[in-house]
Protein backbone atom coordinates (compact mmCIF):
# COMPACT_ATOMS: atom_id res chain seq x y z
CA UNK A 1 0.00 0.00 0.00
CA UNK A 2 2.91 2.49 0.97
CA UNK A 3 4.52 1.67 -2.26
CA UNK A 4 1.72 2.30 -3.95
CA UNK A 5 0.87 5.50 -2.76
CA UNK A 6 4.49 6.53 -3.34
CA UNK A 7 4.51 5.12 -7.18
CA UNK A 8 1.29 7.48 -7.44
CA UNK A 9 3.06 10.43 -6.05
CA UNK A 10 6.04 9.89 -8.30
CA UNK A 11 3.60 9.63 -11.01
CA UNK A 12 1.64 12.76 -10.61
CA UNK A 13 5.03 14.56 -10.41
CA UNK A 14 6.63 13.06 -13.65
CA UNK A 15 3.44 13.43 -15.83
CA UNK A 16 3.45 17.24 -15.75
CA UNK A 17 7.01 17.08 -16.91
CA UNK A 18 6.54 14.72 -19.55
CA UNK A 19 3.49 16.02 -21.05
CA UNK A 20 4.90 19.79 -20.90
CA UNK A 21 4.41 21.24 -24.59
CA UNK A 22 7.72 21.36 -26.78
CA UNK A 23 8.68 25.12 -27.66
CA UNK A 24 9.12 26.01 -31.39
CA UNK A 25 12.66 25.73 -30.99
CA UNK A 26 12.47 22.07 -29.85
CA UNK A 27 9.95 21.44 -32.42
CA UNK A 28 12.13 22.72 -35.13
CA UNK A 29 15.37 20.97 -33.42
CA UNK A 30 13.32 17.76 -32.74
CA UNK A 31 11.70 16.98 -35.91
CA UNK A 32 12.54 19.64 -38.99
CA UNK A 33 15.98 19.90 -38.98
CA UNK A 34 16.30 16.09 -39.41
CA UNK A 35 15.21 17.01 -43.33
CA UNK A 36 15.52 20.79 -44.04
CA UNK A 37 19.47 21.11 -42.85
CA UNK A 38 20.51 19.00 -45.53
CA UNK A 39 18.00 19.67 -47.98
CA UNK A 40 16.81 15.82 -47.60
CA UNK A 41 14.37 14.73 -50.03
CA UNK A 42 14.71 18.43 -51.54
CA UNK A 43 13.12 20.35 -48.71
CA UNK A 44 14.18 23.74 -48.75
CA UNK A 45 18.05 24.18 -46.95
CA UNK A 46 17.27 26.31 -43.80
CA UNK A 47 19.94 28.94 -45.51
CA UNK A 48 18.87 28.82 -48.68
CA UNK A 49 17.09 32.09 -49.69
CA UNK A 50 16.15 31.09 -53.14
CA UNK A 51 14.80 28.53 -52.41
CA UNK A 52 12.57 29.96 -49.43
CA UNK A 53 11.46 33.41 -50.79
CA UNK A 54 8.78 31.75 -53.21
CA UNK A 55 7.31 30.36 -50.16
CA UNK A 56 7.68 32.92 -47.57
CA UNK A 57 5.76 35.25 -50.26
CA UNK A 58 2.84 32.85 -49.94
CA UNK A 59 2.83 33.81 -45.73
CA UNK A 60 3.39 31.86 -42.92
CA UNK A 61 -0.55 30.68 -42.74
CA UNK A 62 -0.08 29.36 -46.35
CA UNK A 63 3.34 27.60 -45.28
CA UNK A 64 1.44 26.10 -41.85
CA UNK A 65 -1.21 24.35 -43.84
CA UNK A 66 1.06 22.53 -46.12
CA UNK A 67 3.15 21.41 -43.06
CA UNK A 68 0.26 20.10 -41.58
CA UNK A 69 -0.84 17.81 -44.68
CA UNK A 70 2.54 17.25 -45.46
CA UNK A 71 3.95 17.68 -49.39
CA UNK A 72 6.36 15.46 -51.38
CA UNK A 73 9.00 14.15 -49.32
CA UNK A 74 7.61 15.64 -46.04
CA UNK A 75 5.07 13.79 -43.88
CA UNK A 76 2.40 15.28 -42.17
CA UNK A 77 3.00 17.94 -39.21
CA UNK A 78 6.65 17.19 -40.84
CA UNK A 79 7.07 14.19 -38.78
CA UNK A 80 5.72 16.61 -35.34
CA UNK A 81 2.38 14.06 -34.39
CA UNK A 82 1.66 15.67 -31.14
CA UNK A 83 2.35 19.40 -32.71
CA UNK A 84 -0.86 21.27 -33.23
CA UNK A 85 -1.42 24.15 -35.52
CA UNK A 86 -0.27 27.03 -33.58
CA UNK A 87 3.06 25.04 -32.83
CA UNK A 88 3.46 24.03 -36.13
CA UNK A 89 3.10 27.63 -37.27
CA UNK A 90 5.49 28.83 -34.47
CA UNK A 91 7.48 26.43 -35.68
CA UNK A 92 7.76 27.89 -39.40
CA UNK A 93 8.25 31.48 -38.19
CA UNK A 94 11.52 30.26 -36.44
CA UNK A 95 12.77 28.19 -39.49
CA UNK A 96 11.84 31.23 -41.89
CA UNK A 97 12.87 34.40 -39.53
CA UNK A 98 17.09 34.08 -40.98
CA UNK A 99 15.44 34.44 -44.64
CA UNK A 100 13.25 37.21 -44.34
C1 LIG B 1 11.08 13.99 -43.81
C2 LIG B 1 11.67 15.26 -44.19
C3 LIG B 1 11.05 16.55 -43.67
C4 LIG B 1 10.77 16.89 -42.38
C5 LIG B 1 11.00 16.08 -41.11
C6 LIG B 1 10.24 18.24 -42.41
N1 LIG B 1 10.19 18.68 -43.70
FE1 LIG B 1 9.47 20.49 -44.30
N2 LIG B 1 9.77 19.97 -46.23
C7 LIG B 1 10.34 18.79 -46.67
C8 LIG B 1 10.36 18.76 -48.12
C9 LIG B 1 10.90 17.65 -48.99
C10 LIG B 1 9.78 19.98 -48.54
C11 LIG B 1 9.55 20.45 -49.97
C12 LIG B 1 8.17 20.00 -50.40
C13 LIG B 1 7.91 20.37 -51.85
O1 LIG B 1 7.89 21.57 -52.15
O2 LIG B 1 7.74 19.45 -52.64
C14 LIG B 1 9.43 20.72 -47.33
C15 LIG B 1 8.84 21.97 -47.32
C16 LIG B 1 8.57 22.71 -46.19
C17 LIG B 1 8.01 24.04 -46.17
C18 LIG B 1 7.63 24.86 -47.39
C19 LIG B 1 6.20 24.54 -47.75
C20 LIG B 1 5.76 25.37 -48.92
O3 LIG B 1 5.09 26.37 -48.70
O4 LIG B 1 6.09 25.00 -50.06
C21 LIG B 1 7.90 24.42 -44.88
C22 LIG B 1 7.37 25.75 -44.35
C23 LIG B 1 8.37 23.33 -44.08
N3 LIG B 1 8.78 22.30 -44.90
C24 LIG B 1 8.40 23.35 -42.71
C25 LIG B 1 8.72 22.24 -41.94
C26 LIG B 1 8.59 22.22 -40.50
C27 LIG B 1 8.11 23.38 -39.66
C28 LIG B 1 8.98 20.99 -40.10
C29 LIG B 1 9.02 20.45 -38.68
C30 LIG B 1 7.78 20.49 -37.94
C31 LIG B 1 9.37 20.24 -41.29
N4 LIG B 1 9.19 21.04 -42.38
C32 LIG B 1 9.83 18.93 -41.28
C33 LIG B 1 10.81 17.76 -45.87
C34 LIG B 1 10.68 17.70 -44.49
Known sequence: MKLRNCLALAGL???PLS????TADEVVQNHCVACHQAGLGGAPKLDDKAAWS???AKGVD??????L???GAM????TCGSCDEALLKSAVEVMTAPMK
Request: aromatic share 0%; hydrophobic share 50%.
Open 13 to 15: LVA
Open 19 to 22: LQAM
Open 54 to 56: PRI
Open 62 to 67: AMTQIV
Open 69 to 71: TGK
Open 75 to 78: PPKG
